[in-house]
Structure formats: structure tokens, C-alpha cells
């Protein structure tokens, strides 16, 4: 795996992440009749908080991003805008910072973990390696699948909470 770090994004990192988001989302989009240049990269910008997101970096190079948004009411935390440049994927890199991020998670005491990944899109065997499931019931859509991943150790919906030893 190469060395990685993150750092905290700037607002000067919107176009740099707008650009990765248009390249790195370009085959799925096109897959799902969704691809749109100008929008794809807008849809970003629009939505680009750098309050709650990290800028990925290779040597010192700027090579992707990731957010950690709370939701309004804290209970959970939405991963999003996971993109990292095409020539670093499958060495390791995503799977470290996502690990990193769910640890602080977890210490942080975030029950929940929510994602929405585009339908047919590898990243979705990342997430599943890392403990998400999809979500089932009005969390549907034609173009995303909605994903969560419960701090380790937290009891399941109907599942009996057991006394600590």
C-alpha cells in the first residue's frame, strides 16, 4: 500500500474534487443513462462542505477526498464524496482511510454509519468489506443503493441486548 494522509479540505479544494468526482463516477454514471459533465461536477460544488471533509494525499499530492457528514439529529454520520484518482485504486489506499475513518467513529461513539453508492459500482465490495450492509425498505432507489454499518458491538433491531460479563 502506498503512503497516504489526510488532511482537513479548504474551500479551495472544491474544483480538485469536482474534477475527481467527474472523472472517477464518469463510467457508472454513463452505465446508468445518468452522465452529465456540467452537473456532475455543479452537484459537488453545490453540496461541498470542507468543514466535514478530508483531502486525501499521495506524496504529498493531492489523490482523493472523503466527508463525514452528521446527520441533523448526530445519531448517524453520512460518508460521502469518497473519490480517489483511478491510478490509486486497488493498492490498499481506500480501504486504509475508510479504515481510519470508522475507527474514529467508533471512539466517537457514532452508532451509525450511513453511504449511498451507485448501483453496479465496485466501491460497493469496499463497503462491504468494512462492515455495511444495504439498507432495505424506503431507502431505495433506480440509481443508488443505500448502505449502513453499526458501531461494532451495538445490538441489531430486535436482537436481545445481553449483559457485559
Known amino acids: 500500500m502506498a503512503?497516504?494522509?489526510i488532511r482537513p479540505a479548504s474551500a479551495a479544494d472544491v474544483e480538485a474534487v469536482a474534477e475527481l468526482r467527474a472523472v472517477v463516477l464518469?463510467?457508472?454514471l454513463e452505465r446508468l443513462g445518468r452522465y452529465d459533465a456540467r452537473r456532475v461536477r455543479q452537484r459537488l460544488r453545490d453540496g461541498?462542505?470542507?468543514r466535514h471533509t478530508w483531502v486525501i494525499e499521495v506524496g504529498g499530492l493531492f489523490a482523493g477526498c472523503v466527508a463525514l457528514?452528521?446527520?441533523a439529529d448526530g445519531?448517524?454520520?453520512w460518508l460521502e464524496h469518497f473519490y480517489l484518482a483511478p491510478e490509486l485504486q486497488g493498492a490498499g489506499i481506500g480501504s486504509g482511510v475508510l479504515g481510519e475513518l470508522l475507527?474514529?467513529?467508533?471512539?466517537?461513539g457514532i452508532a451509525v454509519v450511513r453511504l449511498n453508492v451507485l448501483r453496479g459500482s465496485p466501491a460497493r465490495r469496499l463497503y462491504a468489506r468494512h462492515?455495511?450492509?444495504v439498507e432495505t425498505g424506503d431507502h431505495e432507489d433506480p440509481v443508488d443503493v443505500f448502505m449502513a454499518r453499526e458501531a461494532p458491538g451495538r445490538p441489531r433491531p430486535g436482537q436481545p441486548v445481553r449483559p457485559s460479563p
Open 3 to 5: 503512503d497516504w494522509e
Open 26 to 28: 464518469r463510467a457508472d
Open 48 to 50: 461541498f462542505e470542507p
Open 69 to 71: 457528514r452528521p446527520d
Open 75 to 77: 445519531r448517524c454520520h
Open 103 to 108: 475507527e474514529r467513529c467508533d471512539r466517537g
Open 131 to 133: 462492515g455495511f450492509t
